[in-house]
């Protein structure tokens, strides 16, 4: 199992320098692996982050939101294949730098709706992440679907929801991702959905109930930390949070990210790489009993 942490938590740039200022962040505060969000992954450079992460002896993997110039659920076929292509040149990009996962809100985009999903949207997404699916297959990586609030997404807001919705994308290398802060919002505990999900959970978000330190807001983590080891789960466990001491033009304001939460980046990614390997730890016990 990797524990990791996202990008945001140490830089809102992703170029050179931001990057090396994650990748050492990462590293100092002792986790495994480094989630990079996607912003544009036409600008994204596989090679050199993937020699970066190296030089660290960090893994890599990558998250994105889709906008809707790219929403793979729109009922406009251009706008649907926009972002079929963008996943291919993500996919890609992920591969050349030598990560494994490639997760996130992959099927939609990324927004409130006003309205419904309809059928149509949903058979066009679907159908391209089935084709995704394949491509990803081929290049050694594993598409995870975010399951998000009713405020980001309207395909699915449980993991319920996210299971059927991969009954019709019918891919086995298409799975679910699912991320704390959002289960905290829509699913009825923390324990169950982990429970249904079983062996199409690929890939894990820790987050608290308001983005900030863990231990400080709702989540009942134990819970969830139990499902995790009740299931079997050893694919990447990976801490989120954002505040506005770290911006991102692009994600901070998708996300909402109007507060102050923390400003020492060192601190916080420290703190919560002891919270996640502690309650890692106590769960492993339950063995025993
Ligand atoms: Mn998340």
Redesign the pocket.
Known sequence: MQIGV?GLVFTGEFDEAGLRAAITGTQQAGFDLLELPLMDPYAFDGALVGRMVDDHGIAMTA?LGLDAAHDLSSEDAAVSRKGESLLERAIDVVAEAGGEHLC?VIYSAMQKYMVPPTEAGRAASAAALARLGDRAQAAGVTLSL?I?NRYETNIANTARGGLRFLEQVGHDDVHL?L?T??MNIEESGMLEPVLDAGDRLRYV?I?ESHRGYLGTGSVDFGSFFRGLARVGYDGPVVF?SFSSAVVSESLSNTLGIWRNLWDDSADLAAHANRFIRDQLRAVETIALH
Do not use: A, L, T
Request: no cysteine; charged share 25%.
């Open positions: 996202h998250s996130g975010e998000v991702h991320d802060y959002h978000h987050g989120e």
